[in-house]
């Protein structure tokens, strides 16, 4: 089994026999009120799938992060995983003291031991991180809501968070570590998605898989900006299209508690190494991957790959071009396999695309399998 980021699950769950000591505490604690990407956050730091983080960060990794794309002791990590003050009294703060982490749907979630109380520079940390300051990119919008103060220090988390969705497929790192085990999987490849499942990510995948044991389909439920194909919709799609298409013995369908960033090549990384504390042992990036509007190059988030050296990262990146049906070879084929020019290509534009299923009209199968498209049709019925 591939080991952790940093060698070590972490799991950031308050011991049974602390527990009641520590609900008595929260009660005396001043309160941060999570936002929803720091709740998110919150859930994946408790059960280690940011290993090797025990909490928000402190300022030393913040910068080391935002700057180098490494925490303090050396590992690999490139997007910054922060608490933001909420009132003037947490700006006030003092390193020492503990805080109770509360989230609006769930109450009292954690305990954070304060280490640290930071002033941060917004635009640095979009220009390095987001690659733009340019307030219509959805993670500079984010940032630009922030107080411009951080809290850092390890958590541990009183209670797991209440989902109300999805909660047959809520498993946490240990959990597909073990089922990967029980399986027999040595080689795991990760699809991340946080869109419907054309026919192209099908290909994408099914190539992971002409290679490796297994597959997780892992999409994000977390916070996505509001264009995008809400989460239960994709998971209804996913659903259809795993139990027509895929053998149900190799693939394995669970959610990824985060929120998108919209960071492109950093959150490429980003998301690599935290399916890698999942247990898997590649990952799939496409192209423009964790991508909004023009601000990547369509390959950036291959090309970051190259800024660290392979075992620094430890998962396997696998890199695939642009996938389309082509008529003349007959199959699916990308840039990379096909010869022939674009006319012999199915290809339509994601405008082109929800057109088309607005007006109740199925897309070609080459495109997009008929019971996928049929859940848009009728979820966007459903919205008006
Ligand atoms: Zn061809």
């Excluded at 490494?70 to 608490?83: E, M």
């Excluded at 919209?262 to 898997?280: D, M, Q, S, T, V």
């Amino acid at each position: 089994m591939i080991p952790p980021h940093g060698g070590k699950l972490v799991d950031r769950t308050a011991p049974e026999a602390e527990q009641a000591e520590l609900l008595r505490e929260v009660a005396g604690l001043p309160q941060v009120e999570l936002n929803e990407r720091e709740a998110a956050d919150l859930e994946m730091l408790a059960c280690g799938a940011m290993s090797p983080l025990e909490g928000f960060m402190t300022e030393a990794d913040y910068r080391a992060v935002v700057d180098t794309m490494h925490l303090v002791k050396g590992l690999a990590w490139s997007i910054p995983v922060a608490l933001s003050a909420k009132t003037e009294q947490h700006e006030a703060l003092k390193p020492g003291c503990r805080v109770t982490l509360v989230a609006k749907s769930n109450g009292a979630l954690a305990i954070m031991a304060v280490e640290d109380v930071y002033r941060v520079d917004h635009a640095q940390e979009a220009q390095s991180v987001l690659r733009t300051t340019d307030e219509a990119h959805p993670g500079v919008q984010y940032l630009r809501s922030l107080r411009p103060t951080y809290l850092g220090g390890p958590i541990t988390l009183l209670r797991k968070p209440n989902h109300r969705d999805f909660t047959r497929y809520r498993l946490q790192p240990k959990e597909t570590r073990v089922l990967f085990s029980a399986k027999g999987w040595e080689r795991v490849a990760a699809f991340q998605t946080r869109n419907p499942i054309h026919r192209a990510h099908e290909y994408l995948q099914k190539c992971a898989l002409e290679l490796a044991d297994g597959l997780l389909v892992h999409p994000l439920v977390g916070e996505t900006k509001s264009d995008d194909t809400p989460a239960a919709v994709r998971m209804q799609c996913y659903e259809v299209l795993l139990e027509n298409y895929y053998p149900k013995d190799r693939v394995v369908l669970s959610v990824f508690p985060a929120a998108m960033r919209y960071a492109g090549p950093r959150e490429a990384i980003f998301h690599a190494l935290l399916r890698k504390n999942y247990g898997c042992t590649h990952f799939i990036v496409g192209r423009d991957h964790a991508g909004v509007g023009s601000y990547y190059g369509t390959y950036d988030a291959h090309h970051i790959f190259a800024e660290f050296a392979p075992e620094e990262i430890g998962i396997t990146p696998l890199f695939f071009d642009h996938a389309f049906f082509c008529r003349k070879c007959g199959s699916m084929a990308s840039t990379k396999t096909c010869p022939h020019p674009r006319e012999d290509h199915v290809f339509l534009s994601g405008t082109k695309v929800r057109e088309m299923l607005a007006a109740g009209e199925l897309p070609p199968p080459e495109f997009t399998r008929p019971e996928v498209a049929q859940i848009l049709i009728e979820s966007m019925r459903k919205a008006g």
